[in-house]
Nanobody, 125 residues
Framework: QAQLVETGGGLVQAGDSLRLSCAVS????????MAWFRQPPGKEREFVAA????????WYSDSVKGRFSISRDRASGAIYLQMNNLNPDDTATYYC??????????????????WGQGTQVTVSS
């Protein structure tokens, strides 16, 4: 059964960079877009970034725009989240998601059918 596997989390200092990866393993998924969400301690899950390769489009939350970049490797199908200039507010469990988003729903969790197990990112001040 196909699943999403995230890697790349860790403990960093404010101002540092980190890159998260998400790969589909164990099979294939009928998807046309992938995204990153995060859940800070004691808070609800929130949208971070998304991209759609059929139909196009990339989206970012206002809190990460200009600092984070989402990309995809066409050969492997993996997606990445390059996170620069991290600050303590970025501390969260980061989740990879995959599905068939449309433009109006690409930033909402409900349009993604597949989810990874999450990877922890901790930013110290």
């Amino acid at each position: 059964q196909a699943q999403l596997v995230e890697t790349g989390g860790g403990l960093v200092q404010a101002g540092d960079s980190l890159r998260l990866s998400c790969a589909v393993s164990g099979g294939s998924l009928d998807i046309n877009g992938m995204a990153w969400f995060r859940q800070p301690p004691g808070k609800e899950r929130e949208f971070v970034a998304a991209l759609r390769w059929r139909g196009g489009g990339t989206w970012y939350s206002d809190s990460v725009k200009g600092r984070f970049s989402i990309s995809r490797d066409r050969a492997s199908g993996a997606i990445y989240l390059q996170m620069n200039n991290l600050n303590p507010d970025d501390t969260a469990t980061y989740y990879c998601a995959a599905g068939r988003p449309i433009v109006s729903t690409a930033t909402t969790a409900r349009c993604y059918s597949y989810w990874g197990q999450g990877t922890q990112v901790t930013v110290s001040s």
